[in-house]
T-cell receptor, first 113, second 113 residues
Framework: ETGVTQTPRHLVMGMTNKKSLKCEQH?????MYWYKQSAKKPLELMFV???????ENNSVPSRFSPECPNSSHLFLHLHTLQPEDSALYLC????????????FGEGSWLTVV | DAKTTQPPSMDCAEGRAANLPCNHS???????VYWYRQIHSQGPQYIIH???NNETNEMASLIITEDRKSSTLILPHATLRDTAVYYC??????????????FGPGTRLSVLP
């Protein structure tokens, strides 16, 4: 059971499609994250939002566009992706401050065809 | 880059204690050590964290050496369901008051019947 909910759990999209991944946290946290996990690779941090302001963008291509309309919701808009973008996309949230814990959702499996 | 090193894999017999080591020799005084696990590409699950004292919860114990350069996660009675990749993470601040989680490759623990 998790306080971070991701939808959809599975998504197949063509390279010319536009789709979005959604994340909602029910924990009252003020920071949210997107991570990418490709097959047999460690998690890679993509974006961080703190107090609804983007504070981290780890050289992610512009075909990935995050949006954080409020502290409970986070979106990842996808446009003209490549097959190598197929991966597990994980959303997480935390409360700002040392010693606080980050909690993950179950992830969205994305396949680009 | 991750600031921790872990063995890539370990085996443990079911019912025995699993001791997972982690080296973090460059840890700074205010950085916490966190442990997460990931089962079959689900979202990572929080296990435990600590600063300098040993910690115990319902899932595991965390032993941190006095110089804080290494730690050990102990699963006291491993079950088959504990088979997972275990990540040791040192909290890396990315801005004042904020934090970041950097995941390395982790240790793949296999609990054997």
């Amino acid at each position: 059971e998790t306080g971070v909910t991701q939808t959809p759990r599975h998504l197949v999209m063509g390279m010319t499609n536009k789709k979005s991944l959604k994340c909602e946290q029910h924990l009252g946290h003020n920071a949210m994250y997107w991570y990418k996990q490709s097959a047999k690779k460690p998690l890679e941090l993509m974006f961080v939002y703190s107090l609804e302001e983007r504070v981290e963008n780890n050289s992610v291509p512009s075909r990935f566009s995050p949006e954080c309309p409020n502290s409970s919701h986070l979106f990842l808009h996808l446009h003209t992706l490549q097959p190598e973008d197929s991966a597990l996309y994980l959303c997480a949230s935390s409360q700002e401050g040392y010693g606080n814990t980050i909690y993950f959702g179950e992830g969205s499996w994305l396949t680009v065809v | 880059d991750a600031k921790t090193t872990q063995p890539p894999s370990m085996d443990c017999a079911e019912g025995r204690a699993a001791n997972l080591p982690c080296n973090h020799s460059t840890i700074s005084g205010n950085e916490y050590v966190y442990w997460y696990r990931q089962i079959h590409s689900q979202g990572p699950q929080y296990i435990i964290h600590g600063l300098k004292n040993n910690e115990t919860n319902e899932m595991a114990s965390l032993i941190i050496t006095e110089d804080r350069k290494s730690s050990t996660l102990i699963l006291p009675h491993a079950t088959l369901r504990d088979t997972a990749v275990y990540y040791c993470i040192v909290r890396v601040p990315f801005r004042p008051g904020g934090q970041n989680f950097v995941f390395g490759p982790g240790t793949r623990l296999s609990v054997l019947p």
